[in-house]
């Protein structure tokens, strides 16, 4: 494949995410926009017979592209040729039984250890903080999944020590925490991807660090975008960028119109070296 010499912040985290998904595994994916398009982007390019449910519940559908990305849940192209199309309930029930795999969410913000707010900014009691739409079917997804993948911006005000208001359980207050709580051994948060970086959980303290970087980004630049200080994994390694067939679906078949990799920086190559362009999205 050919590497691509203009893309956008949101395809490089939909491209990271596409090649980390495996064929034999199941998938319960969360909402639309990026999580959603990192399933399909794999469908078409790497793992063609790879099974996914809808946060609301379609199994293993055969999306029928594109399509106007608010229509993604009880819709009838998102949902088209599926195995069966459930609820919530039902993807939370194969999930509860150990058969799904990896979750894959986007989060308003991230801790430390992995808890996933989406629910308010600021003190919840009393309707003093910012109310935003809830977790819907991620509580469930974060809780019974064997593993979730989130996706966020790498932003100072989404990688806190501590989320505002615990909407989907990672690791809660560290080492034990889950299984304290009732929540399946052996289960929890796996990678956070952003454009910037990609994270992942050191296995003795279950806290967050860094494991790889983007080559338009420094490491100091991604701390600088984080509320504390993480631990580092041994070994930083370089992610590699989007490829132009990549992009090709991306912008032919998943997000036509741009409405969700249109945010963000733009990258280019520049004398053999990328870089964040002066111009936002896909402009």
Request: contains cysteine; hydrophobic residues 40%.
């Given at each position: ?9 949101r ?60 229509m ?85 005000r ?49 806290e ?13 630049m991604?701390?600088a ?59």
């Amino acid at each position: 494949m050919t590497p691509a010499t203009h893309f956008a912040e949101r395809e490089h985290l939909i491209c990271t995410t596409a090649r980390m998904i495996e064929e034999n595994k199941s998938y319960w994916v969360g909402g639309g926009g990026e999580p959603l398009y990192t399933i399909l982007l794999a469908q078409r390019l790497y793992t063609p017979g790879v099974q996914y449910l809808t946060e609301d519940g379609v199994v293993s559908p055969k999306a029928l592209l594109p399509w106007d990305p608010l229509m993604t849940m009880v819709a009838s192209r998102a949902g088209y040729r599926a195995l069966q199309w459930g609820t919530m309930n039902t993807a939370g029930n194969f999930a509860q039984l150990g058969y799904v795999d990896i979750g894959i969410l986007n989060t308003l913000q991230v801790d430390k250890f992995g808890n996933v707010n989406s629910t308010v900014l600021g003190p919840y009691a009393g309707g003093r903080g910012r109310r935003f739409g809830g977790p819907g079917g991620a509580d469930t997804i974060a809780a019974q999944c064997w593993r979730t993948i989130l996706l966020t911006d790498q932003q100072k005000r989404k990688f806190v020590e501590r989320v505002d208001f615990i909407s989907s359980p990672g690791f809660l207050e560290g080492p034990g925490a889950r299984e304290a709580a009732g929540l399946p051994a052996g289960t929890g948060p796996w990678r956070v991807v952003t454009p910037w970086a990609m994270f992942g959980y050191e296995e003795k303290s279950c806290e967050l660090m860094p494991m790889a970087v983007s080559p338009f980004v420094t490491v100091d630049m991604v701390l600088a975008e984080m509320s504390f200080t993480p631990k580092m994994a041994p070994q930083l390694k370089t992610l590699d960028p989007p490829t132009e067939e990549e992009l090709t679906v991306i912008r032919s078949s998943l997000d036509v119109e741009g409405q969700t990799t249109g945010r963000g920086q733009w990258v280019e190559l520049r004398d053999g070296k990328y870089m964040l362009a002066e111009t936002q999205g896909r402009e």
